[in-house]
């Protein structure tokens, strides 16, 4: 089974006073641009989502209205990647928060497993210098 493809998401909804904005049914936008803020658009995603006493909302960003942008086309090895949050208020969209997308633990070693396509696999599974006896009498070491 392949990966999910989208990223989870959880935000505190407030509005252009600060104050929280709960039990509500809000519009969230979230854009996704490259090499900065203000960069190269390579996804956008429009929400519906519903706060809870807290004003907490959550999502899969990735999922959503995606205005023809294609998740899966984001190439994130050669470019870094920056996400603006809105949400709409009065009519407006009202920008909440702005990051930058940072590696997680389990990516750096994911990282390494591009390599792996490129080794030498003759090398790798060169059984010539095995010693354990029960490999050398499986299938497998011959």
């Known amino acids: 089974m392949p990966a999910p493809e989208g990223l989870l998401y959880q935000a505190e909804a407030r509005d252009e006073a600060g104050k929280l904005l709960t039990n509500k049914e809000l519009s969230v936008k979230l854009i996704i641009t490259q090499d ?21 909302f959550s ?11 294609v998740f899966n086309d984001i190439d994130w090895n050669l470019h870094e990647h920056f996400l603006t949050v809105q949400i709409m208020i009065d009519g407006f969209w009202l920008t909440t928060g702005e990051l930058q997308f940072l590696s997680v633990p389990y990516a750096f070693y994911a ?12 090398t790798f599974f060169d059984n010539s210098n095995e010693t354990d006896p029960i490999f050398s009498s499986s299938p497998s070491g011959t």
Do not use: F
Request: glycine share 16%.
């Open 111 to 122: 990282s390494d497993a591009g390599n792996a396509k490129n080794a030498d696999y003759a």
């Open 36 to 56: 900065s803020y203000t960069g190269l658009t390579r996804w956008e995603g429009i929400y519906t989502v519903y706060t809870d006493k807290y004003g907490l």
């Open 59 to 69: 999502l899969i960003i990735g999922e959503g209205e995606s205005n023809g942008y």
